[in-house]
């Protein structure tokens, strides 16, 4: 029977199964554009961890911040966030708030404010402060995912590229991007600066700076890391072409990065009148574990292994935990990121071991090494790639617990 006779034909038809493959869940997936991929992925990501985040939120009691089971809104805005909606109302504190004995007691200076100047842009418009926090939150992480699939592209197959933002979407403190914190703009900045720093594109990285620097810590690591791409790239000139132009214009955008990144210091000193008032309020969060003490440069790793594990292992762990992962920045894995990606993460990780107290923010303050999602995402077997995305999942549960979760006094904050 011809296709005009089965067509002609009375009755219900037999499916045409070339169009039923053309429009499967599957079809329709590879068809998506790779923008569309990342959005979906993204979108997926956040909806599991909200979902995860409401279970908190059914079972926490009633805290400093909210009334027993909170809504999503009211419970990602506790912790710092509460921090960020008082700068956004009151600024920032011209005379520093000292403790009963006489120290620098926690205050707004210890929080940047591109994030509160952001979010208070839409308040004005009628939008309350909790839901503000998380759209700027979320749409800043969405971006961040669609600039770092960019980024992984330039080294990684499309699968590849694609699965290391499923790594970034699910990893296990990437909750916080649903949070009324400014994470998700500083991996924004973050990913556009290695995106134009791996194409070359020196002049865009300023604005980029400029506006990370005053978002989370990180721009002076980041002068680090155009310091040494500048050496790298003047010691292989021979066979990469390192042009004068270029030159000074990557030499002023590491020296622009170094000053940007020491700003805020200067600023909070210039408001306050006291030379320390940004790094005595940062200390004045590990004052709990160690009492009041000078900032010693490469020490606090050192300070905080003696508190946890005691000696000798105090002392054992950091120092292997450095040594492992200058060996991993030179396995093939990590090797496929290309050199600047790997410079980075050099940049941040000794920068956090040179002023960074390890303690329950740490697993917050490691998540800038993000790029090594895209070491964990060559290889190809579904048994590895589906078996981090299960252990990423449970790791999220397990941080929301330790970190998020109120139970009491707690001295564990995220």
Do not use: K
Not at 64 to 77: F, K
Not at 333 to 361: I, M, N, T
């Amino acid at each position: 029977m011809d296709a005009e006779a089965e067509a002609a034909r009375p009755g219900p038809r037999r499916p045409d199964p070339h169009r039923v493959e053309r429009w499967s869940p599957r079809v329709r997936w590879r068809l998506l554009p790779w923008w569309g991929r990342v959005v979906v992925v993204y979108l997926a990501a956040r909806v599991l961890s909200i979902l995860i985040v409401l279970q908190f939120a059914r079972e926490q009691a009633a805290s400093a911040w909210t009334d027993a089971r909170p809504g999503y809104l009211e419970y990602a805005n506790i912790w710092d966030g509460r921090w960020y909606a008082y700068i956004a109302a009151a600024g920032y504190p011209t005379e520093l708030p000292l403790t009963d004995d006489g120290h620098v007691a926690e205050n707004a200076w210890a929080f940047l404010p591109v994030f509160p100047g952001i979010v208070r842009i839409l308040t004005v418009v009628g939008v309350p402060w909790d839901a503000a926090s998380v759209v700027v939150a979320l749409a800043a992480g969405l971006a961040a995912a669609l600039v770092f699939h960019r980024l992984m592209s330039r080294f990684l197959e499309p699968d590849r590229a694609l699965f290391a933002v499923v790594l970034f979407c699910v990893a296990p403190v990437s909750p916080i991007m649903g949070f009324g914190y400014a994470e998700s703009l500083g991996f924004l900045w973050l990913a556009l600066a290695l995106l134009l720093l791996v194409d070359r594109r020196y002049g865009w990285l300023v604005p980029v700076i400029g506006a990370w620097a005053f978002t989370r810590p990180g721009a002076l690591a980041f002068a680090l890391t155009l310091g040494l791409h500048w050496i790298v790239r003047w010691v292989t000139r021979s066979r990469d072409p390192f042009p004068v132009r270029e030159r000074v214009v990557a030499a002023s955008v590491a020296l622009f990065a170094g000053i940007v990144g020491l700003a805020w210091p200067a600023i909070a000193w210039a408001a306050t009148g006291e030379p320390a008032a940004y790094t005595d309020t940062e200390l004045a969060w590990r004052a709990p574990y160690i009492g009041y003490v000078e900032l010693v440069p490469l020490t606090p790793w050192f300070q905080s292994g003696d508190w946890w594990l005691g000696q000798p292992m105090g002392t054992i762990a950091p120092i292997a935990l450095a040594v492992g992962f200058g060996a991993l920045l030179f396995t093939p894995w990590v090797r496929r990121l290309g050199v600047d990606v790997r410079l980075w993460l050099a940049s941040y990780a000794l920068y956090l071991f040179a002023v960074f107290f390890p303690q329950s923010s740490t697993f917050r303050l490691l998540a800038p090494l993000f790029p090594l999602a895209g070491a964990l995402a060559v290889p190809r077997s579904p048994w590895w790639r589906g078996g981090l995305v299960v252990v990423s999942v449970a790791l999220q549960v397990v941080w929301l617990r330790l970190g998020w979760f109120i139970d009491g006094y707690d001295w564990t904050p995220p």
